[in-house]
Nanobody, 120 residues
Framework: QVQLVESGGGLVQPGGSLRLSCAAS????????MGWYRQAPGKQRALLATITNGGITNYAESAKGRFTISRDIIKNTVYLQMNCLKTEETAVYYC??????????????WGQGTQVTVSS
C-alpha cells in the first residue's frame, strides 16, 4: 500500500508558476515510477510527467520545457515545478505511483488531487 498526498495547488495568474508536492508514505525508491497527471472538467486524465526510481524523467509534449519533475529522496516527495501556466491548464492535478510486482503486474496508487486554477 502506498498513500500519496498532493499539495501546492491554488490560484495563479496566467504566466505564473506553482510547485506541486506529492508526499509518499514510503520510500520512493520502492515505487518504480511516479508521475503527475491532470484532469480538467469534462476531460480525460492526462499524463504530464514521470520519474522512475532510477531518476529517469519523461514529459508530455504539453509539459516539455515548462514543467520539471523532481524528487527529494529523504522527504519521500516528488515535485512538479510548473512555469508559464496557461488558463487552459486549470485542472485537478494528481500524483500517481506505480509499483511493479514480482509477476510483472503493476499496482497504481493515486493521491486525492490538488486544484490548480489559472485565472486573472
Amino acid at each position: 500500500q502506498v498513500q500519496l498526498v498532493e499539495s501546492g495547488g491554488g490560484l495563479v495568474q496566467p504566466g505564473g508558476s506553482l510547485r506541486l508536492s506529492c508526499a509518499a508514505s514510503r520510500s520512493i525508491f520502492t515505487i518504480n515510477r511516479m508521475g503527475w497527471y491532470r484532469q480538467a472538467p469534462g476531460k480525460q486524465r492526462a499524463l504530464l510527467a514521470t520519474i522512475t526510481n532510477g531518476g529517469i524523467t519523461n514529459y508530455a509534449e504539453s509539459a516539455k520545457g515548462r514543467f520539471t519533475i523532481s524528487r527529494d529522496i529523504i522527504k519521500n516527495t516528488v515535485y512538479l515545478q510548473m512555469n508559464c501556466l496557461k488558463t487552459e491548464e486549470t485542472a485537478v492535478y494528481y500524483c500517481n505511483g506505480s509499483v511493479t510486482l514480482l509477476g510483472r503486474s503493476t499496482e497504481d496508487y493515486w493521491g486525492q488531487g490538488t486544484q490548480v486554477t489559472v485565472s486573472s
